[in-house]
C-alpha cells in the first residue's frame, strides 16, 4: 500500500539523503538498502539501469515495508513511469525535463522528481507540479547556482545529484536545497564489486549525520 504523500515528503527530507543505486544485479538490492537504513539513508532510488529493475523495486518495496521509501530513477519515457508506479514505486526521479511525467505521478499518490539544468526547464517543472526538481549533472553548476535562481525563485525545491559529497554536502543544504541525491560516492563501484555492506553502512552514517549537522545549522 502506497503511503500518504506528505509521509514521502517528510522521508525524502529527512536527513535529507537520496541514495542512488546503480545496482550490478537484482540480488544486491536488499542487502544494499538494508545496509542504507542502518547507516541511517531511508530514500532509497533504484534506477532503470539496474538489472530486473522493476522487480527490485517490487521486492524492496515488500520486504522494507515502512522502513525505507523506495523510488526509481534514471527514468525516462511515460511508459516507464507508469511501469515503476505498478511496480510499488513511492517516488519518481527523472534526469530529463519531463513536466508530463507530473500528473501520472500525483495520479499514483507518489511524489515527482523532475530534472532540469536551466532556470528554464525548474521552472516548468514547477509550474507543472512537480515536488521537487533533481539538478542534474549537480557537479557543473554547483551551489552557487542554487543560490543565484533561489533568489529570485526561492520558491524553486532543488535536489541536485553528482558531486555530492560529504564535505560539500552542506553548502548544498546552505543554498536552500531541501535533500541532495548521491550515487557512486555512496553507493560505489568498489562497495557493488565486493558487496561490502559493512563500508556502504559506513558510508551511509556518515552522510546522514552530515546531512543532520547542515540542517540543524540551516533551520
Not at 44 to 66: D, H, M, N, W
Request: hydrophobic letters at 45%.
Amino acid at each position: 500500500m502506497m503511503r500518504a504523500r506528505d509521509e514521502i515528503l517528510r522521508a525524502l527530507t529527512d536527513p535529507g539523503v537520496i541514495a542512488v543505486v546503480r545496482a550490478q544485479s537484482r540480488e544486491q538490492v536488499l542487502p544494499l538498502t538494508e545496509a542504507l537504513l542502518a547507516g541511517g539513508v531511508r530514500a532509497v532510488e533504484i534506477t532503470l539501469t539496474t538489472p530486473e529493475a522493476y522487480s527490485a523495486i517490487e521486492e524492496a518495496r515488500k520486504r522494507f515495508g515502512q522502513e525505507a521509501v523506495i523510488g526509481a530513477g534514471t527514468v525516462l519515457q511515460p511508459d516507464q513511469c507508469r511501469a515503476v508506479l505498478a511496480s510499488g514505486a513511492e517516488f519518481v526521479v527523472t534526469p530529463l525535463a519531463r513536466p508530463d511525467f507530473v500528473p501520472i505521478v500525483f495520479t499514483a499518490g507518489a511524489v515527482s522528481v523532475i530534472g532540469a539544468f536551466t532556470p528554464t526547464e525548474a521552472q516548468w517543472a514547477h509550474e507543472a507540479g512537480a515536488d521537487f526538481v533533481k539538478l542534474f549533472p549537480a557537479e557543473i553548476l554547483g551551489p552557487g547556482f542554487v543560490r543565484s535562481v533561489r533568489a529570485p525563485m526561492p520558491h524553486l525545491r532543488f535536489i541536485p545529484t553528482g558531486g555530492v559529497t560529504v564535505e560539500n554536502l552542506a553548502e548544498w543544504f546552505r543554498a536552500g536545497c531541501p535533500a541532495v541525491g548521491v550515487g557512486s560516492a555512496l553507493v560505489s563501484k568498489e562497495i557493488l564489486d565486493t558487496d561490502n555492506w559493512t563500508e556502504l553502512k559506513r558510508r551511509a552514517e556518515a552522510y546522514a549525520t552530515a546531512a543532520r549537522a547542515a540542517r540543524a545549522h540551516c533551520g
